[in-house]
């Protein structure tokens, strides 16, 4: 298992990054596009995933967009370093911070490039 992946699958600390600045409109935005982007701030550098927000998995009724507060809890797939994870994220609207994790649904073997 990917050392990067392992790590990510304990809850730790996550924001919404977001681009040209980190604000609330912007992340509404991604959130009705239905795309997020998460960061994991305690890797070197930090791991941004990209997230394709699966309604089914995902919470977004305690939002209150008008005022700022209130968390949302977004839930996707995606595949990091060849191995299929579906992210977890609880971010708090009025800072942009949360919490968040890795859940593994399988290692995919077949794209990995050749061992040396």
Same mark, same amino acid.
């Given at each position: 298992?990917?050392?990067? &992946?392992?790590?990510?699958? &304990?809850? !730790? ?7 040209? *600045? ?13 795309? &997020?982007? &998460?960061?994991? =701030? ?13 309604? *089914? ?14 968390? =949302?809890?977004?839930?996707? !797939? ?12 609880? =971010? ?10 890795? *859940?593994?649904?399988? *290692? ?9």
């Amino acid at each position: 298992m990917n050392d990067l &992946v392992q790590r990510l699958t &304990v809850a !730790q600390p996550v924001e919404a990054s977001l681009r040209p *600045e980190r604000n609330l409109s912007y992340f509404k935005a991604a959130v009705d596009r239905g795309y &997020v982007h &998460v960061k994991f =701030i305690n890797t070197r550098g930090g791991t941004e995933l990209g997230v394709r927000i699966d309604p *089914e998995r995902s919470d977004l009724t305690g939002a209150d967009w008008e005022n700022g507060t209130g968390q =949302i809890k977004v839930a996707g !797939q995606l595949t990091l370093d060849y191995v299929p994870v579906r992210c977890h994220a609880t =971010i708090d609207l009025a800072t942009l911070d949360g919490t968040g994790y890795l *859940e593994i649904l399988g *290692e995919d073997t077949s794209a990995a490039p050749p061992s040396a």
